[in-house]
């Protein structure tokens, strides 16, 4: 905060010495125990302001969320080797009427849409097994009816059946080689990158794992040269190459579909999975990525957010500097860990 508020105010051949004398000097541990103190009490008001339990009013997507959790119970519940008739009554009611509330606020959706194969599944592998819940068939044939928006041309939800086959033949790929292909670039060419391949690349992105499969991580793409210099006057790392990346994306989470203390850091696991995923995906679409750390405070999370446009309920996760590959170029040689260091057998 002090090297940001400096860099603002003072001249740049000052601003250079005290930047100097700041990163030389020895940081007493109880300024940084105040700073940490500090941030927390910041996440803490973040958390507690927009994670489901504390809403004063219930977002759409959170309610979504909500719905997604519920029938994803369902859906795990189906794909068990050994699965009970009639199990997770409970569950069932309660996304029942977790659909009805959101109806009374929202317009039927494609969550919903998933919701109602879900619970088709679960009523059609109920009834092959001699148990017929004709209250859970009404309420299916209820929504059914056309009255809310039924799409029959949505039919994912529930579980499908697949072989052992159809997973070994489709992941034939050397993923080691394709991992160790990629480097952090830092030395883009001038060819602008197309946004498809960035839409693609999130699309492949989105099987990326979640906690109960909410899917909350959101992708922020920002072209302007103007916006992007902004943005990574709060990054730092970005020295010499960031301003010449086509694009820069910021992965975020939302808030508003996590629920309760317990999932408190769940936003940045599931949020890190999926940047790994999106970069792993731009480099099968031959585009260049570097990973770029936002570890910021408050202060700088609040003028970042103005600047990029995020909404306070979104946490911040990373940024990636994103570009088109030139022909030939330098990418550090960076060690990596002997595999004995970091496996831990127990």
Same mark, same amino acid.
């Given at each position: 905060m002090l090297i940001a508020v400096a %860099? %603002?105010?003072?001249?740049?051949? =000052? *601003?250079?010495?005290?930047?100097?004398?700041?990163? $030389?000097?020895?940081?007493?541990?109880?300024? +940084?125990?105040y700073k940490l103190i500090k941030n927390y009490s910041y996440d803490y008001k973040k958390y507690s302001s927009y994670a489901a339990p504390f809403q004063k009013n219930i977002s759409k997507e959170s309610h979504?969320?909500?719905?997604?959790? =519920? *029938?994803?119970k369902i859906e795990k519940g189906l794909s068990l080797k050994n699965i009970k008739v009639g199990f997770g009554k409970g569950n069932i009611t309660e996304l029942l009427l977790s659909i009805e509330s959101y109806l009374r606020k929202y317009e039927w959706s494609d969550v919903c849409q998933v919701a109602l194969n879900s619970l088709n599944a679960y009523y059609s592998f109920n009834k092959e097994n001699g148990l017929d819940d004709n209250h859970l068939f009404e309420k299916i044939r209820y929504y059914e009816s056309g009255n809310f928006g039924y799409n029959k041309d949505i039919h994912v939800g529930g579980i499908k059946e697949i072989? $052992?086959?159809d997973i070994i033949n489709s992941s034939s790929i050397n993923f080691k080689e394709f991992a160790f292909s990629r480097y952090s670039i830092r030395?883009?060419?001038?060819?602008?990158?197309?946004?498809?391949?960035?839409?693609?690349?999130?699309?492949?992105? /989105? @099987?990326?794992?979640?906690?109960?499969?909410? /899917?909350?991580?959101?992708?922020?793409? *920002?072209?302007?040269?103007?916006?992007?210099?902004?943005? =990574?006057?709060?990054q730092n790392g970005n020295t010499g190459f960031g +301003?010449?990346?086509?694009?820069?994306?910021?992965?975020? &989470? &939302?808030?508003?579909?996590f629920k309760g203390a317990n999932e408190r850091n769940q936003c940045f696991i599931d949020g890190g999975m999926y940047a790994m995923s999106l970069i *792993?995906?731009?480099h099968s679409l031959g585009v260049g990525t570097c990973a770029l750390n936002l570890?910021?405070?408050?202060?700088?999370? @609040?003028m970042l957010r103005e600047i990029a446009k995020i909404d306070d309920s979104e946490a911040m996760i990373m940024m990636i500097a994103v570009g088109s590959i030139p022909e030939k170029l330098h990418v550090a040689a960076s060690y990596r860990r002997e595999v004995e260091s970091v496996l831990k057998i127990n």
């Amino acid at each position: 905060m002090l090297i940001a508020v400096a %860099k %603002k105010y003072v001249p740049n051949s =000052l *601003y250079e010495f005290l930047k100097e004398i700041y990163i $030389k000097a020895r940081i007493p541990s109880w300024i +940084e125990k105040y700073k940490l103190i500090k941030n927390y009490s910041y996440d803490y008001k973040k958390y507690s302001s927009y994670a489901a339990p504390f809403q004063k009013n219930i977002s759409k997507e959170s309610h979504e969320a909500d719905i997604i959790f =519920l *029938y994803h119970k369902i859906e795990k519940g189906l794909s068990l080797k050994n699965i009970k008739v009639g199990f997770g009554k409970g569950n069932i009611t309660e996304l029942l009427l977790s659909i009805e509330s959101y109806l009374r606020k929202y317009e039927w959706s494609d969550v919903c849409q998933v919701a109602l194969n879900s619970l088709n599944a679960y009523y059609s592998f109920n009834k092959e097994n001699g148990l017929d819940d004709n209250h859970l068939f009404e309420k299916i044939r209820y929504y059914e009816s056309g009255n809310f928006g039924y799409n029959k041309d949505i039919h994912v939800g529930g579980i499908k059946e697949i072989t $052992k086959s159809d997973i070994i033949n489709s992941s034939s790929i050397n993923f080691k080689e394709f991992a160790f292909s990629r480097y952090s670039i830092r030395n883009f060419d001038s060819t602008e990158l197309s946004l498809e391949l960035i839409k693609e690349a999130t699309n492949i992105a /989105q @099987k990326t794992p979640s906690v109960c499969n909410r /899917q909350t991580t959101r992708v922020h793409v *920002y072209s302007s040269e103007k916006i992007k210099s902004e943005i =990574l006057k709060h990054q730092n790392g970005n020295t010499g190459f960031g +301003e010449n990346a086509s694009k820069i994306i910021i992965v975020t &989470n &939302n808030l508003e579909c996590f629920k309760g203390a317990n999932e408190r850091n769940q936003c940045f696991i599931d949020g890190g999975m999926y940047a790994m995923s999106l970069i *792993y995906a731009l480099h099968s679409l031959g585009v260049g990525t570097c990973a770029l750390n936002l570890a910021v405070g408050g202060y700088q999370d @609040k003028m970042l957010r103005e600047i990029a446009k995020i909404d306070d309920s979104e946490a911040m996760i990373m940024m990636i500097a994103v570009g088109s590959i030139p022909e030939k170029l330098h990418v550090a040689a960076s060690y990596r860990r002997e595999v004995e260091s970091v496996l831990k057998i127990n």
